[in-house]
């Protein structure tokens, strides 16, 4: 990896408004605290220690990124937060942003157990943070959440914050987990997953695996990554996957979760061949579905999702899990389970005049993306285009 040389790690606190913060530029000196905070504080899953190690492990090179990890501390010295940030350079500027490199689907801070800041004292504590952060144009956080396990995001309430036109859902599992779906699903549903069960039972027999050995991983992750190379292909969208470092990554901490990382991978197969599977984080007592992929052609009529759906949220609850992510996306498909959205927000703040120039430009490329939906004719030509365009490329 190149390493920025900007800012030596880690640096002088500074201090302002009674909080200090620290920069760190390599994991390796805020591991030790960083994996205190995790245990004793709360932290997503996409901010656990193994996690974001991993991310700047095995796609910070071809990401041309380098951690900023920022050591928020109060006026008694004791830890307030850690904040895993990310320094990117880019066509022409650079840019700070939160340390996901596509991967994460949440921006929240470790938060240090039983200090909850309010917004007055986050205001505080972000002008130390930006004091210490080494050079940039602008400074980039989407997806921000509202709460971090139950607990106040600071982040949300800083005053550059603004909602996205994005949202996030999930629901929360209780009681017996044979009987979960009942209590989740609407009659009319159950109905119907009852009829798909039946015609996927009638081509064989169908089997819920959760992968448990280094074998399995890799049967049902090859599988996961053909069936998304395929379906992204034929809607041509973006498929991540298709960068090989990505698809490592993704293996990689699939295998780690054998050995207590938080990834869990599932395969749904009838008669030995998979037809689904599913990828998702185990933390805090929150499943987070990160991947979900299914068979097309000959399958697509019996619903192969919907089925490993419902089976990962039995294993979740059989688990002893409270409440189950389906993240990022508002898609039909989730509200048969009885999910609640949650907004998130973003945050953009101009450093340079460089990075006003490139706020406007994005700013210009979501307002054509608002215009487009608001003009379904256009809306539809322009899809039309971009599916053609990467199917050309791919």
């Known amino acids: 990896m190149s390493v920025i040389q900007d800012v030596p790690a880690p640096t002088r606190p500074t201090s302002l408004g009674g909080y200090q913060a620290r920069l760190h530029t390599t994991m390796a000196t805020v591991a030790h605290l960083w994996s205190r905070l995790e245990s004793d504080g709360t932290a997503t899953a996409y901010q656990r220690l193994d996690w974001a190690t991993a991310v700047v492990e095995r796609l910070g090179t071809a990401s041309k990124a380098e951690p900023v990890i920022v050591e928020v501390t109060d006026a008694n010295g004791r830890s307030v937060m850690l ?10 500027y650079r840019t700070i942003t939160w340390l996901d490199l596509g991967v994460c689907d949440y921006a929240a801070p470790i938060l240090a157990p039983g200090i909850d800041l309010s917004a007055d004292e986050m205001a505080q504590a972000w002008r130390a943070i930006r004091d210490v952060l080494p050079r940039a144009d602008l400074i980039q956080i989407s997806r921000i959440p509202d709460d971090v396990t139950g607990r106040p995001n600071p982040f949300a309430t800083l005053p550059g914050c603004s909602r996205m036109d994005m949202q996030a859902s999930g629901v929360a599992i209780e009681g017996d987990a044979e009987t979960l ?17 039946r015609r996927l039972e009638r081509a064989g027999t169908v089997t819920f695996v959760e992968a448990r050995s280094a074998e399995e991983i890799d049967r049902i992750f090859d599988a996961l990554v053909e069936q998304r190379r395929s379906r992204f292909a034929e809607i041509g969208r973006f498929n991540l996957l ?3 470092d990505v698809e490592a990554f993704y293996r990689e901490c699939a295998h780690r979760g054998l050995v ?35 068979a097309g052609e000959a399958w697509r009529n019996t619903s192969p999702g919907l089925h490993i759906v419902a089976e990962t949220l039995r294993w979740a609850r059989a688990e002893g899990l409270g409440y189950f992510d389906f ?32 706020k406007h430009a994005i700013a210009g490329a979501e307002a054509s993306k608002v215009w487009l939906r608001s003009h379904p004719e256009w809306f539809a030509r322009a899809q039309k285009a971009r599916r053609w365009l990467r199917r050309k490329v791919a």
């Open 83 to 92: 904040v895993p940030l990310a320094r990117l350079r880019l066509r022409g």
């Open 181 to 197: 779906l009942a209590r989740l699903c609407r009659p009319s549903t159950l109905k119907d997953m009852a009829k798909l069960r």
């Open 242 to 244: 298709s960068r090989p």
């Open 260 to 294: 207590g990382g938080p990834v869990r991978l599932f395969g749904l197969a009838v008669d030995g061949e998979w037809i689904a599977c599913a990828y998702g984080l185990v933390h805090g007592g929150t499943f987070h579905g990160i991947l979900l992929t299914m």
């Open 327 to 358: 993240t990022v996306g508002v898609m039909p498909y989730k509200s048969d389970f009885g999910v609640q959205t949650r907004d998130l927000s973003e945050l953009y703040e101009v450093v340079t005049l460089r990075g006003r120039l490139v």
